[in-house]
C-alpha cells in the first residue's frame, strides 16, 4: 500500500521562502509521476506541480518562476520549493501520486496534506 507523508509545512511571511518534503513508501517510486496539489478554504483542489519518472516538469501558471519541484529516486522522496511566497498560496499542500506521465491523469494516492500560511 502506497503511503505518502508530507512535511515542511509552516507559517511564514510574504516574500519568504518554504520547502515541502514528501515521503513515498510501499510502491516503486522511481516509475510514478508525482505532484503537489493545493486546496485553500472555500476553493477546490488545485495542481501546483508534476513531475514523471524521468524528471519532466510542469507547473501551474501561478508557480512559475517562483516554485520549483524535484524528487530523489534515491530517497523516494518528493520535494517542492516555494520562493516569494505570497498571501494567496495559503493553502494546505498535498502530495499526490499517479500512472502514467500526463498530468491530467487521476491521483492514485494522496497524502494528508501540510498546511503553509503565509501572511502579509
Known amino acids: 500500500q502506497v503511503q505518502l507523508e508530507e512535511s515542511g509545512g509552516g507559517f511564514v511571511q510574504a516574500g519568504e521562502s518554504l520547502s515541502l518534503s514528501c515521503k513515498h513508501s510501499?510502491?516503486?517510486?522511481?516509475?510514478?509521476?508525482m505532484a503537489w496539489h493545493r486546496q485553500a478554504p472555500g476553493s477546490q483542489r488545485e495542481l501546483v506541480a508534476h513531475?514523471?519518472?524521468?524528471?519532466?516538469?510542469t507547473y501551474a501558471d501561478f508557480a512559475k518562476g517562483r516554485f520549483t519541484v524535484s524528487r530523489d529516486n534515491t530517497q523516494n522522496t518528493l520535494t517542492l520549493q516555494m520562493n516569494s511566497l505570497e498571501p494567496e498560496d495559503t493553502a494546505v499542500y498535498y502530495c499526490?501520486?499517479?500512472?502514467?506521465?500526463?498530468?491530467?491523469?487521476?491521483?492514485?494516492?494522496w497524502g494528508r496534506g501540510t498546511q503553509v500560511t503565509v501572511s502579509s
Open positions: 499526490a501520486a499517479s500512472r502514467g506521465t500526463s498530468p491530467g491523469n487521476a491521483v492514485q494516492h
Open positions: 510501499g510502491g516503486v517510486f522511481e516509475i510514478t509521476s
Open positions: 513531475i514523471t519518472p524521468g524528471g519532466t516538469t
